[in-house]
């Protein structure tokens, strides 16, 4: 509705910055109440679901800027149940991270692997853009979170970049109490 008043005071400033406000924050609202409706639906509660909408998002992401990218996920096609925490804890991480990639890194190219190894689950997002030094980053609220929800999963979370190197995002997710193979 937003949307429409806007186009209807035709661009008067005053009003037109307000109401584009409102519209980009009822959209990631929109969008964060479906990722927290997915992650706690019983019914996609196995790794293929998690494979598909990170695939889908990255999708939508990546294309919509040029970006091309790699998307390998393998086993995942095999039944391996998540809980509802985990899924969207690693959910959440991914996004940040495509996130920061399509903000900062200036990148032609990423490359995302996502597996199950030694009873982790193992996600790697790797780009080819400007890098940075991870000593001089802000400690802004992006990387923050991400830190807290690998803490809260237990799991490592690397963050390797350098200045002209691209960066490498890697997740490793115990998940020897959390999964059950069907």
Known sequence: MSEVVRRQVDGA?????PLS???NTSRELVES????????????????DLSQRMRHFASDLLTA????????????????????????????IFKESLNNIVRHSGCA?????????????????????????????????GLMSMRQRAKALGANLDIVSGRDKGTVVSLKVPLAHRMALA
């Open 109 to 141: 190219n990423v490359n995302i692997e996502l597996k199950i190894e030694n009873y982790h689950i193992a996600l790697t997002l790797a780009d080819d853009g400007r890098g940075f030094d991870p000593a001089q980053a802000s400690q802004g609220h």
């Open 13 to 17: 400033v005053a009003v037109s910055k």
């Open 65 to 92: 800027h040029d970006i091309e990218f790699r998307f390998d996920a393998k086993d995942t096609e095999k039944t391996v149940k998540l809980d509802a925490q985990l899924r969207r804890q690693v959910f959440l």
């Open 21 to 23: 406000t409102i519209a």
């Open 33 to 48: 109440m479906s990722d927290i409706v997915w992650a706690i639906n019983p019914n996609r509660d196995n790794l293929s």
